[in-house]
């Protein structure tokens, strides 16, 4: 014969087995039952939504694409964040790459690490001549003369070089800024608007490339890496990351530096990356694209941002349609950064945060969100804004047409 105290806790083992199947809490029938606390690594912690909502596939997108920042080669070598190569590494064959665009209606790719001199002229020979129309090859910056004495007029003629050579504009890493030193590797970092580099931006204006600058990262990457930081697990995967502390500027220095050299070359344009490199302050980026005519941003690896934000976002790609390009910041193979590896399925993910209102989907195709642990929501654009964004602002940079 049991008592009725004995009897309460039988079933409170029940209750708690039947709610959490094989979870092996409250074994002992002589504990009483009260919800128990056990630590979950953050790294196991994949839950799946249990929203029951409306899933697009979007397998090709509804007008032919243009990817304007992708990263097809690579320096061969670098040293401190510093490319110390004209060599290039090829990370995809043209044909691998062709099969993917052709299944996801891309008509081009820009491949905006194209280095210089040998590397660059090999490059755009694989590619862009192989293949008229569907490739197009930046330049970037030589920086392994930086020490040179005439390094102004040097970089100046070696955009000529590069255009003369088929480059179709110039790319800016973030090593300006954040890795490049006077000694290059070495000493005091180099500011952005280091006049020093004015004849660059102004050569690009000349023969009327558009520039390419990544300055800055996402801001949590310039706060504490600690609890409180929403991209923890990224910083915590990647610590080299994180630009908290040591000499770094902070975000605001780095994007007021880049703001200076957009006001002081009014005949070069610039696509800022990454949604103006500020797509978690849509409001600044507004204020920038108001303040400078020579403005326009891409939305590469920034879905995440634009998509968390779908109403803002929303407002922003109709306010400005023209000047806002789609990328994706795809590296054939880059699987540690899924995020942005080149491959049919972060395709699909991009046409359905453009083309539909589906709520609350990845924003890449891996198991725990790579850049913070939110989802998405679809902003669903006209069709008018669609062509703008997937083709004709990007075509209008390089100079295509059709
Ligand atoms: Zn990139």
């Known amino acids: 014969m049991i008592n009725r105290r004995q009897w309460l806790y039988g079933l409170g083992v029940m209750a708690g087995a039947a709610a959490q199947p094989g979870s092996g809490f409250a074994?002992?029938?002589q504990e009483p039952q009260k919800t128990q606390h056990r630590p979950l690594d953050l790294s196991d912690f994949e839950?799946?939504?249990m929203l029951q909502v409306h899933e697009s596939r979007v397998e090709r997108a509804k007008f032919p694409v243009l990817d304007f920042h992708t990263h097809i080669t690579r320096s061969a070598t670098s040293e401190n964040g510093v490319e110390l190569a004209s060599e290039r590494k090829y990370l995809g064959t043209p044909e691998e790459l062709l099969a993917v665009m052709d299944r996801r209606n891309i008509r081009a790719m820009v491949?905006?690490?194209?280095?210089?001199d040998k590397g660059l002229g090999e490059a755009i020979t694989k590619y862009d001549r192989a293949f008229p129309g569907r490739f197009y090859t930046f330049t970037e910056p030589c920086y392994?003369?930086?020490?040179e004495?005439?390094?102004?007029?040097l970089q100046a003629q070696a955009i000529e070089q590069a255009y003369g050579q088929g480059a179709r504009g110039l790319k800016i890493l973030k090593t300006l800024g954040l890795y490049l030193r006077e000694n290059i590797t070495s000493g005091e970092l180099v500011k952005i608007d280091d006049p020093r580099f004015d004849p660059m931006w102004d050569a690009c204006g000349q023969f009327n490339i558009p520039v390419a600058i990544h300055v800055s990262d996402p801001v949590a990457f310039f706060a504490p890496p600690d609890r409180f930081n929403e991209r923890y697990e990224e910083l915590n995967n990647h610590p080299a990351w994180s630009f908290y502390g040591g000499d770094f500027p902070s975000n605001a220095e780095l994007l007021e530096a880049r703001n200076r050299v957009l006001a002081r070359h009014p005949k070069t344009q610039f696509v800022v990356l990454h949604v103006g490199n500020f797509g978690e302050n849509l409001a600044n980026v507004a204020q920038n694209l108001d303040r400078f005519p020579n403005m326009t941003v891409d939305i590469a690896a920034r879905i995440g941002e634009l998509g968390r934000q779908p109403r803002t976002a929303g407002k922003f790609f109709d306010r400005y349609q023209d000047r806002i390009l789609f990328g994706t910041d795809a590296t054939p193979h880059g699987d540690e950064f899924p995020q942005q590896v080149f491959n049919d399925q972060l395709y699909e993910i991009y046409y359905r945060f453009l083309e539909?209102?589906?709520e609350y989907f990845d924003y890449a195709p891996a198991k725990i969100p790579p850049q913070g642990r939110w989802r998405i929501y679809?902003?669903?654009l006209p069709e008018t804004i669609l062509r703008k964004v997937y083709f004709e602002n990007a075509a209008r940079q390089l100079g295509v047409t059709g």
């Open 27 to 29: 074994k002992h029938p």
């Open 149 to 153: 004495p005439h390094y102004p007029q």
């Open 144 to 147: 392994e003369r930086w020490k």
């Open 356 to 358: 539909t209102e589906d």
């Open 378 to 380: 679809g902003v669903n």
């Open 47 to 49: 839950p799946k939504s």
């Open 111 to 116: 491949n905006l690490t194209g280095g210089y």
